[in-house]
C-alpha cells in the first residue's frame, strides 16, 4: 500500500480514536473476506424469518459491512445487535465464516470506542454486573432460603442445605438466572446431584460466567470474571465443572479451553451420559405413577456451541425415564430468539422469533417441553403464557429431579 494511504488511513484512525486490532482480532475480522456472498446463511437466520429490516439483511449484512478497505466497524452498529448467536450461519456456511465471533467482537469494539453506540437497554444489566459480579440483582439470605423452599414445595420437591467444600470432585456452577431468578433449577440439580451420589460444591460467592459482559462488548468485566472463576476453580480443586444452563456451558468451556485449564465443565445431560453412566442412572430410577409427553427445545449454546451429541444425550436421558413419551419436534434446532441480547435490544422481534417455536411446540401435542437452558425456558415459558397455551414449560433439571424424585 502506498505511504501516502497509509498516511491517510492512520489519520482517520487518529482523528475517529479508533486503536487497532489485537493480532488474534485481527485474524478473527480477516474471515469476514472469505464470504462468498452465496446467501445460504440468509435460509436459516431466525431473524430474517420473521422480519424483513431494511437495515437488515441477515448476517451477509454484517459480512459486507466489515469487509472494507478501512475498518469501519462502527458502521456496522445496526446489524451486530440484531443476532442471536445462534450459529446456523456459520454451521451452514461452506466457508465456515465466524459470524458469531465476529460480532462479539465488533460488539466490544463498539463498547470500547463508541460506547455511546451501545444500546441503552444494556445498562440495568451492565450495572449489575458492576455492583455484583452478577447479570441479576442477588438475593441474600432468608430470603434466598425462602424462596427456594416454596418454588420447591410447589414442584413436591426437597430442600437441601448449601454444600460448599474444598477438594470435592464436582463443582456445581449454576449461573446468574437459576442462582436468583429461578432458584428451582439450582435446588433440582443439587438433589439431581445427591442421587447420583456425587462429592459436590457450590462455588463461595458466584459470580457470572461471564456471557452477558461478553454480548454486551465489555471485556474489562469479562477479563475481571474469567480471573475470579478460574481462580476460585484452582482453589477448590475440583476436577469436574457442571452446569445446568447452556449459555454458561458453552462460556466456561471456552475459558477453560483459553487457559489450558486443568479441569472439565460439562451440563450436567454430560456429566450423566459420560461421567455417571447410562446404566448406572437407569438403576436409579423407579416407575412413576404419571405418565407424560414431553418434547425437548434444544439451546442454540449445547447444539452448536458445544457440540450436536448434547442433543442426543438429552434424548437418550428422556427415552430411559419410566412413563415417558417423547414428542419430537419438527425443527428441533429451531432459535427461540432470546439469545445475543436480543430480547433486550428488540423485544418485539425476539418474541416474533419464539412464536415460531411455538407453533411447533403445540404441533407436537406435548404435555410438557422441557429444555436445558434457563434464558431458552423463560422465553418459551412467557410465549406459551402469552399463547394461553396448555403445554407447561419446565427446565430439564428440575424435570429430572421431579421423576427421580416420584414429584
Given at each position: 500500500?502506498?505511504?501516502?494511504?497509509?498516511?491517510h488511513i492512520e489519520g482517520i484512525l487518529q482523528e475517529e480514536d479508533i486503536t487497532r486490532m489485537e493480532p488474534e482480532?485481527?485474524?478473527?475480522?480477516?474471515?469476514v473476506e472469505a464470504c462468498q456472498n452465496c446467501g445460504l446463511c440468509l435460509a436459516v437466520c431466525p431473524i430474517l424469518?420473521?422480519?424483513?429490516?431494511?437495515?437488515?439483511?441477515?448476517?451477509?449484512?454484517?459480512?459486507?459491512?466489515?469487509?472494507?478497505?478501512?475498518?469501519?466497524?462502527?458502521?456496522?452498529?445496526?446489524?451486530?445487535?440484531?443476532?442471536?448467536?445462534?450459529?446456523?450461519?456459520?454451521?451452514?456456511?461452506?466457508?465456515?465464516?465466524?459470524?458469531?465471533?465476529?460480532?462479539?467482537?465488533?460488539?466490544?469494539?463498539?463498547?470500547?470506542?463508541?460506547?455511546?453506540?451501545?444500546?441503552?437497554?444494556?445498562?440495568?444489566?451492565?450495572?449489575?454486573?458492576?455492583?455484583?459480579?452478577?447479570?441479576?440483582?442477588?438475593?441474600?439470605?432468608?430470603?434466598?432460603?425462602?424462596?427456594?423452599?416454596?418454588?420447591?414445595?410447589?414442584?413436591?420437591?426437597?430442600?437441601?442445605?448449601?454444600?460448599?467444600?474444598?477438594?470435592?470432585?464436582?463443582?456445581?456452577?449454576?449461573?446468574?438466572?437459576?442462582?436468583?431468578?429461578?432458584?428451582?433449577?439450582?435446588?433440582?440439580?443439587?438433589?439431581?446431584?445427591?442421587?447420583?451420589?456425587?462429592?459436590?460444591?457450590?462455588?463461595?460467592?458466584?459470580?457470572?460466567?461471564?456471557?452477558?459482559?461478553?454480548?454486551?462488548?465489555?471485556?474489562?468485566?469479562?477479563?475481571?470474571?474469567?480471573?475470579?472463576?478460574?481462580?476460585?476453580?484452582?482453589?477448590?480443586?475440583?476436577?469436574?465443572?457442571?452446569?445446568?444452563?447452556?449459555?454458561?456451558?458453552?462460556?466456561?468451556?471456552?475459558?477453560?479451553?483459553?487457559?489450558?485449564?486443568?479441569?472439565?465443565?460439562?451440563?450436567?445431560?454430560?456429566?450423566?451420559?459420560?461421567?455417571?453412566?447410562?446404566?448406572?442412572?437407569?438403576?436409579?430410577?423407579?416407575?412413576?405413577?404419571?405418565?407424560?409427553?414431553?418434547?425437548?427445545?434444544?439451546?442454540?449454546?449445547?447444539?452448536?456451541?458445544?457440540?450436536?451429541?448434547?442433543?442426543?444425550?438429552?434424548?437418550?436421558?428422556?427415552?430411559?425415564?419410566?412413563?415417558?413419551?417423547?414428542?419430537?419436534?419438527?425443527?428441533?434446532?429451531?432459535?427461540?430468539?432470546?439469545?445475543?441480547?436480543?430480547?433486550?435490544?428488540?423485544?418485539?422481534?425476539?418474541?416474533?422469533?419464539?412464536?415460531?417455536?411455538?407453533?411447533?411446540?403445540?404441533?407436537?401435542?406435548?404435555?410438557?417441553?422441557?429444555?436445558?437452558?434457563?434464558?431458552?425456558?423463560?422465553?418459551?415459558?412467557?410465549?406459551?403464557?402469552?399463547?394461553?397455551?396448555?403445554?407447561?414449560?419446565?427446565?430439564?433439571?428440575?424435570?429430572?429431579?421431579?421423576?427421580?424424585?416420584?414429584?
Amino acid at each position: 500500500m502506498p505511504e501516502k494511504e497509509i498516511k491517510h488511513i492512520e489519520g482517520i484512525l487518529q482523528e475517529e480514536d479508533i486503536t487497532r486490532m489485537e493480532p488474534e482480532e485481527d485474524e478473527t475480522y480477516k474471515k469476514v473476506e472469505a464470504c462468498q456472498n452465496c446467501g445460504l446463511c440468509l435460509a436459516v437466520c431466525p431473524i430474517l424469518e420473521v422480519i424483513k429490516h431494511e437495515s437488515y439483511s441477515g448476517p451477509r449484512s454484517i459480512t459486507s459491512e466489515l469487509s472494507r478497505t478501512v475498518r469501519e466497524f462502527w458502521k456496522a452498529k445496526d446489524v451486530v445487535y440484531f443476532c442471536t448467536q445462534c450459529g446456523r450461519c456459520q454451521e451452514i456456511c461452506s466457508k465456515n465464516v465466524p459470524v458469531p465471533d465476529m460480532v462479539t467482537l465488533i460488539r466490544s469494539k463498539l463498547f470500547e470506542q463508541r460506547r455511546d453506540l451501545v444500546p441503552e437497554s444494556f445498562e440495568p444489566m451492565l450495572q449489575n454486573l458492576k455492583e455484583h459480579g452478577l447479570a441479576f440483582e442477588p438475593m441474600e439470605g432468608e430470603a434466598r432460603v425462602e424462596s427456594a423452599q416454596g418454588r420447591l414445595e410447589m414442584l413436591g420437591l426437597p430442600y437441601m442445605p448449601d454444600k460448599i467444600k474444598s477438594n470435592a470432585e464436582v463443582l456445581y456452577f449454576p449461573g446468574c438466572q437459576a442462582d436468583n431468578l429461578l432458584p428451582e433449577i439450582r435446588e433440582s440439580a443439587k438433589l439431581v446431584l445427591e442421587k447420583l451420589g456425587v462429592d459436590y460444591t457450590l462455588l463461595p460467592g458466584l459470580r457470572c460466567c461471564s456471557l452477558p459482559a461478553i454480548l454486551m462488548g465489555d471485556s474489562e468485566m469479562v477479563d475481571k470474571l474469567e480471573k475470579d472463576f478460574l481462580e476460585k476453580v484452582e482453589n477448590l480443586g475440583v476436577k469436574t465443572v457442571v452446569t445446568t444452563c447452556a449459555g454458561c456451558t458453552a462460556t466456561l468451556e471456552g475459558i477453560r479451553q483459553r487457559n489450558n485449564a486443568d479441569f472439565e465443565v460439562k451440563h450436567i445431560i454430560e456429566y450423566i451420559i459420560e461421567d455417571f453412566g447410562r446404566e448406572k442412572f437407569e438403576k436409579l430410577l423407579k416407575n412413576h405413577p404419571e405418565h407424560v409427553s414431553v418434547t425437548l427445545h434444544s439451546p442454540c449454546h449445547l447444539d452448536r456451541h458445544v457440540g450436536k451429541y448434547t442433543t442426543d444425550y438429552a434424548e437418550e436421558i428422556l427415552e430411559i425415564l419410566p412413563n415417558v413419551e417423547i414428542k419430537r419436534l419438527e425443527d428441533p434446532e429451531r432459535c427461540c430468539g432470546a439469545g445475543g441480547l436480543l430480547n433486550l435490544y428488540n423485544p418485539q422481534i425476539s418474541r416474533a422469533i419464539v412464536r415460531k417455536e411455538i407453533e411447533d411446540i403445540q404441533k407436537s401435542g406435548a404435555q410438557k417441553v422441557v429444555t436445558p437452558c434457563p434464558l431458552c425456558l423463560v422465553q418459551i415459558d412467557q410465549a406459551l403464557f402469552r399463547k394461553k397455551a396448555k403445554t407447561e414449560a419446565l427446565d430439564y433439571t428440575v424435570f429430572l429431579a421431579k421423576r427421580l424424585y416420584g414429584a
